[in-house]
Structure formats: C-alpha cells, structure tokens
C-alpha cells in the first residue's frame, strides 16, 4: 500500500527553524503535486503549502516569507522549511497528495514552537 511519510517536527523556541520531509513509501511512484496542510487544537486543518505539477508553487499568508516547500528530483519527496517560527505555527503538519487518483494523507508529524 502506497503511503506518505512526515519527518522532522519536534520543539523549537520561537525564532527557530525545523525541516519537514514528506516521502512516498510503499511503492516507487513520481507524484507531481504535493501539498502541507496543518491542524492547530480546536482548528480546521488547513492549506500551508502546495508544489504543483507545473512546479508553481502556493502558500497561505500566514507561512509566506517564512516557509518555503520544495521537491526532490525523483518526485518522491517534498520539504518544508520553516523559519522564524511562532507559537501560532504550533500544530500537527500533513503531507497530501494524489496517487493512483486517490487522495492519500500521511499520518502527521508535530511541530510544538515554545520556549
């Protein structure tokens, strides 16, 4: 079964960074868009991030100028930085994409910024 795989939350102090890695595993399969989504307590989960297969790419106002996704070369993967991290980026973060027209979510991985 193809699944996605988040990487790299954990506790940062505000101003901090983290690096986030998503990774298709189960099946060696390109997947030319991939998305981060976030989900704080109490809240909707919502759009952080996109990479489209055009390689454009789509970031909520919240994140822009601070975060930054990006792809490796196999389309296998996609990252986000994350920079200059606050408390209100607390949350769970989702990976998401469409394989084998299915919508496919990985588990999460979460991302606690305090001091």
């Known amino acids: 079964q193809v699944r996605l795989v988040e990487s790299g939350g954990g506790l940062v102090q505000p101003g901090g960074s983290l690096r986030l890695s998503c990774t298709v595993s189960?099946?060696?399969?390109?997947?030319?868009?991939m998305a981060w989504y976030r989900q704080s307590p109490g809240k909707e989960r919502e759009l952080v991030a996109m990479f489209k297969a055009d390689r454009s790419t789509n970031y909520a106002e919240f994140v822009k100028g601070r975060f930054t996704i990006s792809r490796d070369r196999t389309w296998t993967s996609a990252y986000l930085q994350m920079n200059s991290l606050t408390p209100e980026d607390t949350a769970v973060y989702y990976c998401?994409?469409?394989?084998?027209?299915?919508?496919?979510w990985g588990q999460g991985t979460q991302v606690t910024v305090s001091e």
């Open positions: 189960g099946r060696s399969v390109s997947v030319p868009s």
């Open positions: 998401r994409a469409a394989i084998y027209g299915r919508d496919v």
